[in-house]
């Protein structure tokens, strides 16, 4: 049995906060504005979103201190701020970070009696109404249910376990014209991940794998120009829709192994989520017993054979100077080897060995 959920309604095309900004006056008549540090004032979409809000005479707050792989610490404080202005409603503008943020602030609001901590615990909170703007292509937060958040006192990032899914997305690829080549780049590979785990997974059904390869057809037209830095603007809208079938296809599905393999190396080593599950791909693609899907990839993807594809894999996840021992790798395996969820949607059988052998040959 299967079930397929995705309530966001997405609004897309050139200056569409602007010109939709009408969308947002059934929200309240407050707002909170959360986004990161730096970024969102120089692309331009806080100050799109400030003027949509402005011209429907709806108030506003902003909260800029949403760091990359959010807090708990930084959720309290966001949430104490939106509850002393009385906000109805949370935007998240920028990246993934700002993204969860948003849903994770909005159930904090929601239910001002649970402690941070407590939210991982419960099931089936609600949040006040969550509006998402994403400035890059790669985690789909914008129409996943998902909030991954870091908590320093367990050493790790953790999924908050409710399904809030934004009321409203906006997509705008102007605002990733500008987006570092390496920001571009781990992103881009964070898409391609949610697509190939959505595709190789338990969960998978004629539905889902529909979207992925439709999703994978799309990123595979983008190889050539992330290579070779060539990304105009077709090229950014094409990635922000292939980010956004991959959002799509894992609000069905999950993730898989990457994704719970990569936390440890953003945790403990600050590499870049996307680049964090990238780094193991070739190995985790290796891992299969049954090769029928994985042998798929390279055609979904226009490349001509499967050498080929782990070449672009390789150049497209180069990791610069991290140093993990054997020692780590064996803490990190186990973590994996404990997470059951990631490990259930996982088609395969899977040991704590072969999670082993996945980060070693990856990482050596
Ligand atoms: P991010 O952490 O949101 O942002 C990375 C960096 O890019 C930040 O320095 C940010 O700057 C900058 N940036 C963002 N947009 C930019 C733009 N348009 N131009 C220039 N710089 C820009 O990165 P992300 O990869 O999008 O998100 C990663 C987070 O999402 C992780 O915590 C990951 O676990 C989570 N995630 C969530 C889901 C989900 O379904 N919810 C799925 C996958 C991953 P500022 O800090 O100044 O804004
Ligand atoms: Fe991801």
Known sequence: MNTFYMPTKILSGENVVLEKAQELAVLGQKAMIITGRASSRLNG???DMEEALSRIYIDYVIFDEVEQNPSLETMMRAAELGKKEDVDF???VGGGSPLDAAKFVGVLMKNPELSGPEVFERKNLQSIPIVAVPTTSGTGSEVTQYAVITLHEEKTKKNYGQTIFPTLAFHDPKYTLDLPLSVTI???VDALSHLVEGYLNRNANLLSDTIAEMGMRIWGQCVDPL???????????KLMVASTLGGILIAQTGTSLPHGMGYALTFNKGVPHGLANGVIYVEYLRSFKNKAKVSKLPELLGIKDYESFEEVLG?????DSITVTDEEIRDYSLGVFENKAKLANHP???TYEDIYKIYRDSLR
């Not at 290579?227 to 809208?237: H, M, P, S, Y």
């Not at 150049?315 to 990791?319: E, F």
Request: net charge neutral; hydrophobic share 45%.
């Open 348 to 350: 395969e059988e899977v």
């Open 186 to 188: 781990n992103t881009a």
């Open 45 to 47: 979409s806080l100050r």
């Open 315 to 319: 150049r497209l996840t180069i990791v």
């Open 90 to 92: 949370l935007v998240g």
């Open 227 to 237: 290579l070779t830095a060539k990304l105009d603007g077709q090229v950014r809208e």
